[in-house]
């Protein structure tokens, strides 16, 4: 699985392409990421997440700043489709 992640939050501006075998393992690569771009205190909580309550955190600040409701997702698959729906990634061939 391959996706081209490009956001911007804040001082957090993410254009790279993530692979993984899995959704959680693609979430697990773009939380390491945030968290490298965070600095050392916010990013050492976030290092503590599993990738699914990244996910959902994630999904909690950009409804807050993009004053969206999307729903929190119940799996890291349901958030990379909305990353896809929402347009801050798109899947990519394998």
């Given amino acids: 699985m391959r996706l081209h992640i490009h956001f911007q939050a804040g ?5 790279e392409i993530v692979e993984g075998d899995t959704a959680e393992a ?7 990421r945030v968290a ?3 600095g ?23 409804n807050a700043a993009a004053k969206d409701s999307a729903a929190l997702p119940q799996s890291c698959e349901d958030f990379l ?3 896809v729906v929402k347009g801050f990634a798109s899947t990519l061939p394998a």
Avoid: C, N
Avoid at 11 to 15: L, M, T
Avoid at 26 to 32: D, E, R, V, Y
């Fill in 26 to 32: 693609i979430t697990g690569k773009m939380q390491a």
């Fill in 40 to 62: 050392m205190l916010i990013g050492a909580v976030i290092k503590r997440m599993t990738p699914l309550q990244f996910a959902q955190e994630a999904t909690r600040r950009y």
């Fill in 36 to 38: 490298q771009e965070a």
């Fill in 11 to 15: 001082a957090i501006r993410v254009d």
């Fill in 81 to 83: 489709k909305m990353g």
